[in-house]
């Protein structure tokens, strides 16, 4: 078991695993953004267990994502909504993300209980898909089937 403490202690870390077998190493500030985990992980008295969380519906790409996109807004600070946003964005398009992809980080986020993503991920899908000039570049984006 682990102790919470200061912020002049060391970091605590939990141990998340995601549906592919791929174990992350992640801080605790992080794991409690989860309300998921947030009852999982702690025990009680600030004391968390050791144990590894397993993630059934989160993929190991998907979960280094976030916790890439949650360290960056985390050292920027600022605005939440305006800067996960930002950062959101910057990130899928150094990825060269498909659309796709951005859905799959909302289901994810909703499974995981991250609001903070999900409000700054439903917001730049809802750009995404305004800046579409017709349902045909919508389907093409998503690659849905047309239903004819």
Not at 9 to 36: C, N
Not at 42 to 47: A, D, F, I
Not at 111 to 119: A, M, Q, R, S, T
Request: net charge negative.
């Amino acid at each position: 078991m682990s102790k919470s403490g200061s912020a002049l202690e060391v970091p605590i870390f939990v141990k998340l695993q995601s549906s592919d077998g791929v174990l992350h190493t992640v801080d605790i500030r992080l794991a409690l953004q989860f309300a998921a985990i947030r009852d999982i992980a702690k025990v009680e008295n600030g004391t968390y267990s050791n144990d590894v969380i397993p993630l059934a519906r989160v993929d190991s790409k998907t979960m280094e994502f976030i916790i890439k996109w949650y360290t960056f807004v985390q050292d920027i600070g600022g605005c939440e909504q305006t800067t996960g946003m930002q950062v959101l964005k910057g990130l899928l398009k150094n990825q060269n993300a498909e659309p796709l992809f951005l859905v799959q980080l909302l289901l994810a986020s909703d499974y995981l209980g991250l609001d903070i993503f999900l409000e700054a991920g439903t917001k730049l899908l809802a750009n995404v898909i305004n800046s579409c000039q017709s349902t045909e570049e919508i389907r093409r984006r998503f690659n849905v089937e047309t239903d004819h």
